[in-house]
């Protein structure tokens, strides 16, 4: 009598001749002519390799898509939503998340040591990689030194889909901790409209007066959505 070897557990067996060939073929194309070569599930494919080294990923990888619609919704998505996705676990969750800080790092590491205002495509860039994807508000502040070096950047507040509450002299009194003698205001909106709300305009013309009392410029508020933005500037809304 001949017995059959049992079936490894769902989810460890090794990779086909055939997927594996994919993988090499996938790599081949991405090394020889870059991400744009790519669609977006496969670079996400491509993401997940190390993740899932005994699996073929293109199916997740479609389904992450499917479910976010685009890789960076993808790589921004919160864990708890990622983990909703049948055979996402925390090897997945936690190669995503290194993705995004990486990004965010790189965008980051474009400001550097040089004066803020005289990099204004990297300060966008930066708040892009950091809150453009994000399903929740979010308001952060850039705090800079009299040459408008970068001092610190910190999120002030988390809120909801469409609020997050703004403590003008909690932004005040961190300035002053840290030194700040300038600051540009970031938050974003998840619905992609960048038009300023009135209490948008209202709370930041709150943090502009108690500011100005104490000697600290506020350089520009920023409204990021998606892939687009809004100045308050350039608004002439201060």
């Known amino acids: 009598m001949r017995f059959s ?3 490894p557990p769902a989810g460890t067996d090794r990779l086909t001749s055939e997927a594996d060939g994919h993988r090499a073929r996938l790599r081949a194309r991405f090394l020889a002519a870059g991400a744009q070569a790519l669609a977006d599930y496969e670079l996400l494919e491509l993401v997940l390799f ?9 199916a997740m990888a479609k389904a992450l898509i ?8 993808v790589i921004a998505a919160d864990p708890a939503r990622l983990a909703e996705v049948p055979g996402v676990g925390e090897a997945v969750i936690a190669t995503l998340k290194a993705v995004e800080a990486a990004a965010l790092r790189l965008s980051r590491g ?10 204004w495509s990297a300060v966008l860039d930066y ?11 979010q308001f952060r ?18 809120g909801t889909v469409d609020h997050a509450p703004v403590y003008p002299r909690e932004v005040v009194k961190r ?16 619905s992609g409209d960048c038009t300023p709300s009135a209490a948008d305009i209202a709370v930041t013309r709150e943090i502009q007066g108690a500011a100005r009392t104490l000697g600290i410029a506020i350089h520009d508020h920023l409204v990021i959505g998606g892939d687009r933005h809004a100045s308050f500037r350039a608004l002439g809304l201060l």
Do not use: W
């Open 141 to 158: 502040v850039l705090y800079l030194d009299k040459k408008n070096k970068l001092i610190a950047d910190e999120v002030q507040q988390r």
């Open 5 to 7: 070897p049992p079936r």
């Open 50 to 58: 190390g993740a899932l080294p005994r699996r073929d990923t293109k």
């Open 175 to 190: 300035s002053l901790e840290v030194g700040a003698t300038a600051l540009i205001l970031v938050h974003n909106h998840p």
């Open 127 to 137: 708040c892009r990689s950091a809150m453009a994807f994000s399903m929740i508000e």
């Open 110 to 119: 474009r400001l550097g040591d040089r004066p803020t205002l005289s990099s």
């Open 66 to 73: 499917e479910r976010f619609g685009s890789f960076a919704d």
